[in-house]
């Protein structure tokens, strides 16, 4: 147990100066402020968190799909703690450092094949950003100006940011920032039973408008932010072999799919296929908000020769030390607790634990997909719904946190989670299912 700070505040007061000046993403502040008992987290560790009364809760979602290695790994903690001594900020503008140059050399060793360079940025968001710009700026310098269109799937989530914004297919994220979002197509969801027909949808997109096209961009296997909604690797494969006809880049955004939440290292190798460019993040760096963009000698290629084609474009901490250490680390736990064939021996469980699920009533959608769990509640209210709140108020009574997708329940917890730590989440979420009325 860690030792309170004599002036720490108390749960009383951390919420008063809360709800008084934070403004909370992805939540509607009225009934916050209003109703809200909060979960305030004093510290986490492994997979669980901890609250300011001292109640532990099994990290259900990994916060927000960050923590897979767990809170407080030690090897991570100690890289960090190292780095910071040596160095913790640093301009990568043309100078470099360590981790920087060993995190790239690692990542393109563990990368689809063909990706050999690494951009460094800040977060998934501005990784996809980095995409969009180098996919525009690349055609426009093998003389294909017009390919600045892109295309996306319904559904799509590729983060906040106006260009990543523009990408999203989720409606109620969309609405508000019309007026501002770029043009992008986007193109059917390759449901289960509709796949053929999605497909041809944007086969035809991209036929018709491959002068224009630049890239496709898309969640390998599994839509997260729009409910953890999977669709078939054959479609992925077909995806890539279409883009190769028309000369489209194809991005793939691995900042949920990567690091093996799909029981893969990357979504894309359920397919067997390697992306043009290739987003990754959240995992990639857990203690210091970090993401990169891989891109392939073609699309490097295209940025050589007068100083006027290089990429004029960057973040102010994209490869900071103390990602970069971090980063590496993460690579190197992955590769001496194989990290990834863990969590894919665990898939069983989680498939099991949706089965259960599946049996109550009003309880629809089941999936499951490596270490991903999900399942559909209520009225189809989505992501207003409010079913999917009313099970994490259950969960968080019986000792897990498990935001919902509005109507979607899910688990993603810690891949490094044990067998009996598991068994309790997924017993959590169907009691908590069984438990709100329906
Ligand atoms: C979270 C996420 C992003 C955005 O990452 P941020 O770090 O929140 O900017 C992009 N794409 C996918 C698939 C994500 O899940």
């Not at 909370?24 to 901890?50: C, K, N, Q, S």
């Amino acid at each position: 147990m860690s030792t309170r700070h004599p002036l720490a505040w108390d749960r009383a007061e951390i919420v008063r100066a809360d709800k008084a000046h934070v403004w909370h993403p992805y939540t509607p502040m009225d009934a916050y402020i209003e109703r809200g008992d909060p979960l305030v987290v004093t510290r986490a560790a492994g997979v669980r968190l901890y609250d300011a009364n001292g109640r532990a809760y099994l990290d259900g979602n990994s916060s927000w799909w960050v923590a897979a290695l767990g809170h407080g790994h030690p090897r991570l903690l100690a890289a960090l703690e190292r780095q910071a001594r040596e160095l913790a900020h640093c301009s990568l503008g043309g100078t470099t450092h360590e981790p920087a140059a060993r995190l790239a050399a690692a990542l393109c060793k563990v990368a689809p094949a063909g990706l050999s360079r690494v951009f460094y940025t800040d977060n998934g968001s501005t990784a996809i950003e980095a995409a969009v710009k180098m996919s525009v700026q690349m055609w426009g310098q093998l003389g294909a100006p017009r390919k600045t269109r892109f295309v996306a799937l319904d559904g799509a989530f590729h983060g906040d940011s106006i260009g990543a914004a523009s990408l999203g297919g989720v409606e109620i994220f969309r609405r508000p920032f019309a007026g501002v979002l770029f043009d992008c197509a986007h193109a059917a969801f390759p449901a289960e039973d509709a796949y053929a027909r999605a497909f041809e949808a944007i086969a035809s997109l991209v036929a018709g408008g491959a002068d224009e096209i630049a890239a496709v961009v898309v969640e390998p296997i599994v839509q997260g932010a729009a409910g953890m909604r999977t669709y078939a690797p054959e479609y992925l494969r077909e995806l890539r072999a279409l883009c190769d006809r028309h000369d489209v880049l194809l991005v793939a955004d691995e900042v949920f799919a990567g690091y093996g939440r799909t029981g893969r290292m990357w979504g894309v190798d359920h397919a067997g296929v390697s992306p043009d460019l290739m987003c990754v993040g959240k995992v990639f760096s857990p203690l210091f908000p970090m993401a990169a963009t891989l891109a392939t000698e073609r699309v490097f290629d295209a940025f050589r020769g007068d100083k006027d084609r290089a990429f004029y474009y960057g973040h102010t901490f994209c490869g900071n030390p103390l990602g970069a250490a971090v980063a590496r680390e993460v690579l190197a736990i992955y590769e001496d607790e194989e990290i990834v064939a863990r969590a894919a021996g665990l898939a069983p469980r989680i498939a099991a634990g949706m089965a259960k699920l599946a049996e109550l009533p009003g309880v629809a959608r089941v999936r499951s997909l490596g270490m991903i769990g999900a399942a559909d509640l209520g009225d189809g209210s989505g992501y207003l719904g409010g079913a999917g709140w009313r099970v994490y108020e259950e969960a968080l009574r019986r000792g897990a946190y498990l935001r919902p997708l509005g109507d979607t329940v899910y688990v993603c917890p810690p891949l490094i989670i044990s067998e009996a730590d598991l068994d309790e989440l997924l017993a959590i979420l169907v009691e908590s299912v069984r438990a709100v009325p329906r």
